[in-house]
C-alpha cells in the first residue's frame, strides 16, 4: 500500500487474484464484451434494490428522490460510456472491498471452470460474482463515482483504474447519492458509442430488470442524429412474474431464468402461479439445465429470491425451499409478510412454513409431468439433480412417497448402470405371486450386478434394483415400503421369497439343511466370532458361499461408508450362508486336515466378492497358493 503524501489520494494494490482476473478479462474475453454491460446494470439494479429494502426502515435514506432508475449515456467525443444508478452506494470502505478484493469463496473455483471457450467463459463471470471486473474488456481506464445513501456529500468517493494492478481512490463531493460508472473505451470499441447497439444490448440482457433503464431519445434531423435531454425507458421494466401467465412468451421466461439463475443456458423447465387462500403469494420457479458449482458445497449458495409486495427483501432464501431441492432458482413474492421480514423472521415463521410446501409441491409436480410427458427431459434432468433429489426422501417425510416415484435406478431387468428404472416400472413387471420390491446396495454398479446375492432372482427371473450411489443407503434406511409394498435387501435377514417359491422347493431346502447339520456346525466352529451364524442358502447357484446380515443388523456396504467417512459403524457379524450343492461345499464335507484353511479361504472370498476387505489378506494368499499347489500335486 503506498500513499500519496499530498492529497487524500491514495494508491492501492488489487488483490492477486484480482489481477488475475483482470488479465483474464482483457486478453480472452474479448469476443464476447457485450456482456459487461449486463453485469453493470445488474449491480446497479442490485444497489437499487438494496437501498429500497434498507429505505423500509429509515426513509431517510432516499433523500427525497425514490424514484430508482438507471442511466446509460455515451459521449461520441470523450470516448465513453457512464452507467449511472441512484441506488445505494458505496462508501471508502465498500468501494475498497468490492472493488479491490474478491469476497467470495468461489474464485478459485471459476478459474479451475475456465474452459478458454470464450463464450463459456464469458458466461461464468456473472455466476461467480465478479463481474464489475467484466468493465475491462471494453475499458482502459475505469472510474466509479459513488457516495453511500445517507451520508454527507463529503463522503463521495472516486475509484480510478487502467486495469493494471493499482488502482486510486479518492475523497470527494459529491452532492447526489449513487453510483456512476464511466468507461474509457478502449481503441476499437467505437462500435459502443451508438445508441442503437446500447438499446440492443440492454433488450438482449437485461429488459427483466424492474428499474427503469433510460437513456436519452435521439432523433436524425437533417442527416444528422440529435440526441435530445428528454430519457425514455429502454426495458420492460416490469416484475415479470407479476404479469400474466398468458402475457409472457416464452423468450421472456428463458431470459429472465438467466437473469435470476446466473445461468447462461436456457432453463431446463419451469412452473409459474399465483397462490391464493391463507396465504397470497407469487411464485416462479425454474429447474436449470446444468448443476451449478457449489452444488455440492456445504456453503452453497441456494434458495430463491424473495420479495414481498414486488419489493425485493433477499437473495438466497434459503427457508423457502428444502434442502433437496437446492438446484431450483426463481422469486416468490409474498402479498401477506411484513416488509420488514428479516432472517430470522423468516426462520420462524409459520407463513414461511405454508409458502415453502407450496413450493415444494410445485416442483414436485413439474418433475412428475415432466417425467410422464418429456422422458428424455427428465433423464437429463435426474442425471444432474438425481443425486440430490434422493436426499428427499430421507429429508422430506410428507413428500417421501413423491420424491421416491421420481427416482429413477439401474436394475438387473435393464442390466445397464443407466439409471432408468422407476418403482413403478418396476412393480409392473413384478412376477405373478411377488410382493416385494427386492434392492441391493453396492459401492459400484458392478459391484452390484455381480453380486452372488442375485444369483437366485437371476435363476428365477425376479428382478432386482441396482443401487450403488453413496445416498442409496440413506434412502433405503428411510424407504421401507412404495406403493404399499415393502423394499427388501437380498443382502439382509433369510431370504424370503414367498410365494415366489412352491412347497416343494421349501421342502427340499428344509431337507438339505438336516443333512449338512453337522457340516454347518463344524464351519462355525471353525470361524469362531467371525460369524453370527452359518447356514445352508439357496440363495445361491454359481458361488458357494455369502455373506449376509440380519434384518436388523446395518448392511456390510453401510458399514464400510460410515468407516470411510470416520464414523463407529457398530460391528454387526454377518452370517455366512453356503451352497448346498457346490461342488467345493460337497468337498469340504470330506476334508479333515486342511479343513480350518479351506473354511477361512470360503469366508474371505465370501466377503470380497461382496466388495469388503479381508483383515489379513497375505495369509488368505498363502492359504489359495498352498491349496493351489497341493491340488496341481493331486493332478500329478
Ligand atoms: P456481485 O455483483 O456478484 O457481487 P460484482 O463484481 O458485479 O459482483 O460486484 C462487486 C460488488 O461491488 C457488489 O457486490 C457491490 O457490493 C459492489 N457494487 C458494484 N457496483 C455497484 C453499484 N452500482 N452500486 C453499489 N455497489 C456496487
Ligand atoms: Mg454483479
Known sequence: MTENATSNRETLGFQTEVKQLLQLMIHSLYSN???????????????????????????????????????????????????????????????????????????????????GDQQKDANLIGQFGVGFYSAFIVADKVSVLTRRAGEQSDQGVLWESDGGGEFVIEMVDQPVR??????????????????????????????????????????????????LEEEETVNQAFALWARP????????????????????????????????????????????????????????????????RRVFIMDDATQLMPYYLRFVRGVVDSNDLPLNVSREILQESKDIEAIRSGCTKKVLALLEDMASKEPEKYTKFWETFGLVLKEGVGEDFSNKEKIAGLMRMASTYTNSPEQNVSLADYIGRM?????????????????????????????????????SDRVDEWVVSNLFKFDGKPLVSVAKGGLDLGKLENEEE???????????????DRIQSSLGERVKEVRVTHRLTDSPACLVVDAHDINANLARMLKASGQKAPVSQPILEINSKHPIVLRLKSEENKFDDWVSVLFDQALLAEG???????????RINQLMLEMSSDEA
Open 431 to 467: 412376477k405373478e405371486g411377488q410382493d416385494k420390491i427386492y434392492y441391493i446396495t453396492a459401492d459400484s454398479f458392478n459391484a452390484a450386478k455381480n453380486s452372488p446375492h442375485l444369483e437366485v432372482f437371476r435363476k428365477k427371473d425376479i428382478e432386482v434394483l441396482l443401487l
Open 506 to 520: 421349501k421342502k427340499e431346502q428344509e431337507k438339505e439343511a438336516d443333512a449338512l447339520k453337522e457340516l454347518t
Open 245 to 308: 401467465k398468458s402475457e409472457i412468451t416464452e423468450e421472456e421466461y428463458k431470459g429472465f431464468y438467466k437473469h435470476v439463475g446466473h445461468d447462461f443456458e436456457d432453463p431446463l423447465a419451469w412452473t409459474h402461479s399465483r397462490v391464493e387462500g391463507r396465504q397470497e403469494y407469487t411464485q416462479l420457479l425454474y429447474i436449470p439445465a446444468r448443476a451449478p458449482f457449489d452444488l455440492w458445497e456445504r456453503n452453497s449458495t441456494h434458495g430463491i429470491k424473495l420479495y414481498v
Open 178 to 227: 449513487g453510483t456512476t460508472i464511466t468507461l474509457h473505451l478502449r481503441e476499437g470499441q467505437e462500435d459502443l458509442l451508438d445508441g442503437d447497439r446500447l438499446r440492443g444490448i440492454i433488450r438482449k440482457y437485461s429488459d427483466h430488470i424492474v428499474q427503469p433503464i433510460l437513456m436519452k431519445k435521439e432523433e436524425w434531423k437533417d442527416n444528422e442524429l440529435q440526441v
Open 612 to 622: 469388503g476387505q479381508l483383515d489379513d489378506p497375505a495369509s488368505f494368499v498363502k
Open 33 to 115: 464484451r457485450e456482456i459487461f454491460l449486463r453485469e453493470l446494470i445488474s449491480n446497479a439494479s442490485d444497489a437499487c434494490d438494496k437501498l429500497r429494502f434498507e429505505a423500509l426502515h429509515n426513509s431517510s435514506l432516499f433523500e427525497n428522490d425514490s424514484e430508482l432508475a438507471i442511466h446509460i449515456g455515451y459521449d461520441k467525443e470523450a470516448r465513453t460510456l457512464t452507467i449511472r444508478d441512484n441506488g445505494i452506494g458505496m462508501s471508502r470502505d465498500d468501494v475498497i472491498n468490492n472493488l479491490g478484493t474478491i469476497a467470495k469463496s468461489g474464485t478459485r473455483e471459476f478459474f479451475n471452470q475456465l474452459t
